[in-house]
């Protein structure tokens, strides 16, 4: 599975971008997909994960520091997932990765089996 991001850029604090990864390989809908980041510096931290699921009924997590302003939703036909970004903030500035696995609706980073090559998120106050 090839893991390909976009949407990525430069935005000023309070505006808003949509990530979308979209992956290359067969069963996508089979995997559970995560999205993480890395600022300079610090360590990589989990953003949002979503589940895979048989009936469309997808959940969710969220790390506390995006509740309320990102949202991870996935397209299967379209072998896509996304993160919207709202009220984008300085501390939101980031390397940017998508990841799946065979996993279920984990934080954990080293429970994904394939990664993307990252994107630039830079919020400017």
């Known amino acids: 599975v090839q893991l390909v991001e976009s949407g990525g850029g430069l935005v000023q604090a309070g505006g808003s971008l949509r990530l979308s990864c979209v992956a290359s390989?067969?069963?996508?809908?089979?995997?559970?997909m995560g999205w993480f980041r890395q600022a300079p510096g610090k360590e990589h931290e989990s953003v949002a994960a979503?589940?895979?699921?048989?009936?469309?009924?997808?959940?969710?997590y969220y790390a506390d520091s995006v509740k309320g302003r990102f949202t991870i939703s996935r397209d299967n036909a379209k072998n896509a997932v996304y993160l919207q970004m709202n009220n984008l903030k300085p501390e939101d500035t980031a390397v940017y990765s998508c990841?799946?696995?065979?996993?279920?609706?984990?934080?954990?980073?080293?429970?994904?089996?394939?990664w993307g090559q990252g994107i630039q998120v830079t919020v400017s106050s």
């Open positions: 390989g067969r069963d996508f809908s089979r995997y559970g």
């Open positions: 979503i589940n895979w699921s048989d009936d469309t009924i997808y959940s969710t």
């Open positions: 990841a799946a696995g065979s996993v279920v609706l984990t934080p954990r980073r080293d429970e994904y089996d394939y």
